[in-house]
């Protein structure tokens, strides 16, 4: 990482953890001393638990949010509900929602403006296929991902997590090359194309990040932390992503 930017650990716990486990989560890090940012979402119905037992250092965030506020959207979560109830971020595009529950491009845009408009931090992820990668098309997709889904969008609320599909959950961890040419072209398409700050907006990195892998990709200058599924989920696998961060 450069530029004077922070570094980020979030932990996207998906569908995972038993109240158990929580709690012994939550107890081992309390006393996790770490200058980075410690970030994690669970699923929606431990929020409230996460944010009642959690140290006053960590972040707690929804792994998704509606587009509206209230009404008629059964099984959906309330961003302003999430803000009031004291969350303090939410992953917007997901691969996971946007191939298993077809979340398109509009839908993550209007996403996006609600959970800014009610002050919530917005992770908006973006990556490519195995299919789309050998087809050549990585520039492309990561191109319409972000002027579809993050438009005209000029906020310091935003970051963006690339996380290349083929690398979630395979133990496949995109190369060190690969996450330097991805977001090196997504940090100048900022530049040249939206009106996000290029400079200040963080750009995480997930897909298979590991505490044994997290300082070599954070040693990229334009990877500012990572989005971590399964190596999050064990307190001493996330305080050891902290260290060796
Ligand atoms: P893994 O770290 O388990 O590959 O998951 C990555 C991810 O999808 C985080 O959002």
């Known amino acids: 990482m450069s530029g004077g930017r922070d570094v980020y650990i979030v932990g996207n716990w998906k569908m995972n953890q038993s109240l158990e486990e929580i709690d012994s989560f939550l107890n081992q890090i309390s006393t996790l001393n770490s200058n980075n940012h410690a970030w994690i979402a669970p699923q929606a119905l431990h929020i409230s638990k996460c944010l009642e037992k959690k140290p006053g250092f960590?972040?707690?965030g929804s792994q998704n949010c509606a587009h509206e506020d209230s009404g008629a959207f059964t099984g959906e979560l309330s961003p302003k509900s999430l803000k009031e109830i004291g969350v303090h971020f939410t992953l917007i595009g997901h691969s996971e929602r946007r191939?298993?529950?077809g979340e398109g491009d509009d839908l993550l845009y209007k996403k996006t403006l609600k959970a800014l408009e009610n002050n919530l931090y917005v992770i908006f992820c973006i990556g490519e296929?195995?299919?789309?990668r050998?087809?050549?098309k990585v520039e492309e997709v990561l191109s319409e991902?972000?002027?579809n889904g993050l438009r005209d969008i000029n906020s310091k609320n935003v970051l963006i997590a690339y996380e290349p599909v083929w690398a979630i959950g395979t133990g496949v961890t995109a190369s060190p090359e690969q996450a330097s040419d991805a977001h090196k072209f997504i940090r100048?398409?900022?530049k040249e194309?939206?009106?996000l700050d290029s400079q200040t907006t963080p750009i995480l990195y997930g897909g298979s990040v590991k505490p044994e892998n997290i300082k070599e990709l954070l040693s990229n200058e334009d990877i500012d932390g990572g989005l971590v599924g399964g190596a999050s989920l064990k307190a001493d696998?996330?305080?050891?992503?902290?260290k060796n961060a």
């Open 134 to 136: 050998e087809a050549g």
């Open 237 to 242: 696998s996330y305080i050891n992503l902290h």
């Open 129 to 132: 296929t195995l299919e789309e």
């Open 193 to 195: 194309n939206m009106k």
């Open 58 to 60: 960590l972040k707690v």
């Open 99 to 101: 191939s298993l529950y």
């Open 188 to 190: 100048n398409f900022i």
């Open 145 to 147: 991902q972000l002027s």
